[in-house]
């Protein structure tokens, strides 16, 4: 069984950045979708990135477009999510996670429920 560990989360102040990592312990199928979710106290888990690993095909929920990346390093086996100008709402648990595209598409959706393999999460704190 593969395992998701992230690491990378910490305090920053508004407008800093930070950089998460998710390294997976064995191979992730180039057919898959490897994604960031979050969740804040009180709120539902929700998709923030994903992206298809064969084509590299990256989808953001609109939050934090034009902020935040996602990338992979299939060689390693590890995801990445650089984040930009950080603000307070970005606060929360991030959770890398494995799960599979719409069918016969690239799409990744951010649908927690397509999701099978999730990291034990890393907390981001934003401070204003």
């Known amino acids: 069984q593969v395992r998701l560990v992230e690491s990378g989360g910490g305090s920053v102040q508004a407008g800093g950045s930070l950089r998460l990592s998710c390294a997976a312990s064995?191979?992730?199928?180039?057919?898959?979708?490897m994604g960031w979710f979050r969740q804040a106290p009180g709120k539902e888990r929700e998709g923030v990135a994903t992206?298809?690993?064969?084509?590299?095909?990256?989808y953001y929920t609109d939050s934090v477009k034009g902020r935040f990346t996602i990338s992979q390093n299939r060689a390693e086996n590890t995801l990445y999510l650089q984040m930009n100008t950080l603000k307070p709402e970005d606060s929360a648990i991030y959770y890398c996670?494995?799960?599979?595209?719409?069918?016969?598409?690239?799409?990744?959706?951010?649908?927690?429920?397509?999701?099978?393999?999730w990291g034990q999460g890393t907390q981001v704190t934003v401070s204003s």
């Open positions: 996670a494995s799960g599979v595209p719409l069918s016969g598409t690239d799409w990744c959706p951010f649908t927690t429920g397509r999701y099978n393999l």
């Open positions: 064995g191979y992730i199928d180039n057919r898959n979708c």
């Open positions: 992206v298809y690993t064969g084509f590299g095909s990256t």
